[in-house]
């Protein structure tokens, strides 16, 4: 029993971390929440199996990272830094000093 609400409770942390990872486009996650809802007939989970696919081919790193963040987050405390975007500018720590 405990295996099971460790698991629930961990799916649910890596959608909170994927619902706020901005690397995702918005109306993808958009269609996650109405995935979601509790919305009676097949509706709900025909729009989470099309939305299944481009999430599983696209963007498998950023699950994979969501889950491993799920694991090493609390449900009280979040450590987690927001995803940073470089954009392939270089800081002065990165570039090497001649000698």
């Given at each position: ?20 990872d901005g690397r995702i486009p918005r109306p993808l996650r ?70």
């Amino acid at each position: 029993m405990r295996a099971t609400v460790r698991f629930v409770s961990r799916s649910i942390r890596a959608v909170k971390v994927l619902a706020t990872d901005g690397r995702i486009p918005r109306p993808l996650r958009w269609l996650v929440v109405i995935g979601l809802l509790p919305i009676p007939g097949p509706v709900d989970e025909a729009v989470l199996l099309i939305v299944a696919v481009p999430l599983f081919v696209f963007y498998r790193p950023m699950m994979r990272e969501a889950w491993q963040q799920a694991d090493n987050t609390s449900l009280l405390v979040k450590t987690l830094d927001p995803p940073r975007r470089d954009f392939g500018r270089r800081r002065p720590a990165d570039i090497a000093k001649p000698s």
